[in-house]
């Protein structure tokens, strides 16, 4: 087996990466999952990836595959040996049931072996004086060229097409959401009052603060504000974002693991014999900025963070438009939560395989062969049950509707397929809950971090253009006081699921969830 000599991209040498691509050898059923999504389901779609590379996970659970086939087929081919034997008279039953129990016993041997081998030399920790963990992956016959640059392509690209009723595809379970509007209205001529200025700072006014305004019922003047497009906000906020958590901090107080960039989120419903779905063509200046339509595009803010080596990422995406002379700003937090943990098994393997070990193996598989043996046989079976996913992992393929015509002219139309992505490896290996407290503070952390930047870089950008911002403030003032409320509320006393919604939002009831189709 010959290894990928290419340079690997860099969310490659992360741990979530090497996690995944030990939980193929790990957990058969995940193994046959990462296959059919990846190599099975070839025409749908790969979700985006968020803080790992699924092509060294679809080579590791290719090469796993391999293994178990090789076994079977060395037992297969040694049965019918045997029965050849058998049927020839060339030797008795209770010989050749001996021999085929030591076939058995010497293909576990050495199919453990060999797995055992493969975790503890090329999916190791990195800087354990080892070698560690390179990004690097094995090469198969499945593991075309076209394949790699396939799957590459698609899960680093700026248009995401997604499958189901959540556009947000690959990025974990929503945590957080709110989205407000704001009327752009011009700045008023006169200068504010002094208990105005002192509000605004957070400050109680003294008494008998001179009211220096116009009288209560004078037509209030302003200015006219200076046109923006939502273009315009979303690059200043991509700008600031980066140069305020990444570029002008000292290097203690940076957020390194930061990634900001545009995407695009559409469907690919398609015929069946329709072409591949290729990335829609950006508006015109002239055109609607969100069109509304079942096969419309709409561009979000992907603010990313990764940290605890990218087995904990933060997204939030945020989208501006500008409707009825309304700025509308929409903030959704997703956390894609640590791997599920019996996939830090590797973690705890010794680093080299010895003599010592080797007999060990020995005994388990004679101690254990049955049962080996028959997983063996089962687990194909396994395989192939439904993998039981989280709530908000979204499966969703496009049904037919009812042809309820008259003449039952459904049989005539065309059958559409969702050629989109509804879930990545990543979200099919996410455990329900944090393994850390420290990780389930930091989910928090990171999104009132960005939360807060945001509400100023956006409040800077308004008052740059004449518009007033007393709107804004006040939205600021609850969003923040939400916060303070949702923290006091000891939301963190315990090790809460991923799927917690301990966060509302003024336009989210308490209770609410996610909106689903029915």
Known sequence: ????????????????????????????????????????????????????????????????????????????????????????????????????????????????????????????????????????????????????????????????????????????????????????????????????????????????????????????????????????????????????????????????????DRRRFTTAIETVDGPPPTAPPRPRAEDEHWREGYDADREYLCIRIGSWEQELVVTVFVGFDIKGNTLHTEFYTYVLAPVVESFRLVDRLPARIDTRMMWRIAWDVTRNGPGEFLRLITNPLRERLPRRLRRDTVRARIPQPDDLSEFRLGRYALTVVNRGAHTSVREMATNDRFHHFFQETDASKYTQIVERHLLQIVGDFLRDHDVDTRDHEANQTHILQQNFGANSANNFGGNQSVNNRGHQSFDTPPGTREARPA
């Open 1 to 260: 087996m010959t290894v990928d000599s290419s340079p690997p991209r860099p969310d490659a040498h992360s741990d979530a990466t090497r996690l995944l691509c030990a939980g193929t050898y790990l957990d058969p059923v995940y193994r046959k999952a990462v296959i059919r999504e990846l190599l099975g389901e070839r025409y749908r779609v790969v979700a985006p990836s968020y803080g790992y590379d699924a092509v060294p996970v679809l080579a590791h659970a290719l090469a796993a595959l391999n293994l178990r086939r090789a076994q079977v087929a060395v037992l297969l081919a040694g049965a019918a040996v045997l029965a050849l034997l058998l049927f020839t008279d060339v030797i008795d039953g209770w010989p050749a049931l001996l021999l085929f129990a030591w076939l058995t016993w010497a293909t576990l041997f050495v199919r453990r072996v060999a797995i055992l081998q493969t975790l503890i030399t090329r999916l190791r920790p990195r800087g354990d004086g080892a070698g560690g963990f390179d990004g690097r992956y094995p090469m198969t016959s499945h593991l075309t060229p076209e394949l790699v640059g396939k799957v590459r392509a698609e899960q680093a690209a700026e248009t995401v097409f997604y499958g189901g009723y959540k556009p947000f595809v690959g990025s974990g379970v929503l945590v957080r959401r709110w989205s407000n509007a704001e009327l752009l209205i011009g700045t008023p001529l006169h200068p504010p009052s002094l208990a105005e200025r002192l509000l605004r700072n957070g400050q109680v006014p003294p008494p008998g603060a001179g009211p220096d305004a116009p009288p209560p019922g004078t037509p209030v003047e302003r200015r006219p504000i200076v046109p923006f497009t939502p273009d315009e906000i979303t690059t200043r906020v991509a700008e600031r974002m980066l140069a305020e958590l990444r570029g002008t901090p000292r290097p203690a107080d940076r957020v390194r693991a930061l990634s900001v």
